[in-house]
């Protein structure tokens, strides 16, 4: 019986022995995944310091780049600002008492190149006379490329046979054609320009109506063409405007009126001389 009640207690006392182990060893594992976490947290919250602070720099940055109006700090590295002081300059085409063609304005008269300062570069440019507006304009040597010399005296025969042909209108709205047309005279090429005067010219048939602005383009792309006939021509105003109205077939009436004026004039100087 001795035996047999021994063996019970023992048994009873190595199941309380296995749950007190057991016990522990959860605790154990618990404190261990504990630890783990608090670790874990430890590390992502000093990364996300990290990253606040790279933000935080990207941030700064930015808004020095933003505000030019800040005052920077003395561990702030200042950027590196390079002036230019002068421009590029071309070897130049042109010289003064030349006349060009800048192509919004028409010929212009190169009266000097003058060295203006703009916004702290140093800019060489021709200054142009155009005296029908009475206005001075000026153009950079870089850009001379916009600037076209005039023409030649086999250009402006061509253009005469330009002007004697027939005029081509195309059958579109008024409004493209205009624009078009002022496309052309704004390219400064002469032969668009006596294209546009020929496709606009009405000659002297009054009875055709003529809206203002197909008046007012006609009369840019004439004076325009008329003032480079008359200086490669070398010839008066009268002289050019005559050629001009001539291949035209403008004005015929008050030509053929001038010449018979000045033919009866001669004959009665000569009467007069002769008596």
């Known amino acids: 019986m001795k035996n047999i009640l021994k063996k019970i207690l023992n048994k009873k006392k190595s199941k309380k022995v296995v749950k007190k182990k057991t016990k522990v060893l959860k605790k154990v594992a618990k404190t261990k995944k504990i630890s783990k976490l608090v670790k874990v947290k430890k590390v992502t919250k000093v990364l996300n310091k990290k990253k606040g602070l790279k933000n935080s720099k990207k941030k700064d940055k930015a808004e020095i780049i933003s505000d030019p109006l800040r005052i920077p700090k003395n561990n702030e590295q200042k950027p590196e600002i390079k002036k230019v002081k002068k421009q590029e300059t071309e070897k130049k085409i042109f010289k003064t008492k030349d006349y060009v063609v800048y192509p919004k304005h028409g010929v212009g008269q190169i009266i000097e190149t003058k060295k203006i300062n703009i916004g702290g570069i140093d800019v060489e440019a021709y200054v142009l006379k155009f005296e029908k507006d009475k206005a001075n304009g000026m153009v950079p040597v ?45 390219s400064g090429k002469i032969y668009d320009l006596a294209e546009v005067v020929r496709d606009l010219n009405k000659g002297d048939d009054i009875m055709v109506d003529q809206s203002y602005s197909e008046r007012q383009l006609f009369e840019k792309a004439y004076e325009r063409l008329l003032t480079e006939f008359q200086i490669v021509m070398g010839s008066s105003l009268e002289d050019a405007q005559k050629k001009l109205d001539k291949a035209l077939r403008r004005n015929l009436e008050k030509q053929i009126q001038k010449v018979e004026e000045k033919s009866s004039n001669e004959e009665v100087i000569n009467q007069e001389i002769a008596e």
Do not use: D, G
Request: contains cysteine; glycine residues 0%.
């Open 142 to 186: 870089n850009k001379q490329s916009h600037l076209r010399p005039l023409a030649t005296i086999n250009q402006i025969n061509k253009c005469v046979s330009i002007l004697k042909s027939k005029p081509k209108i195309k059958r579109s709205m008024w409004s493209r054609r205009a624009q078009e047309y002022e496309l052309k005279i704004s």
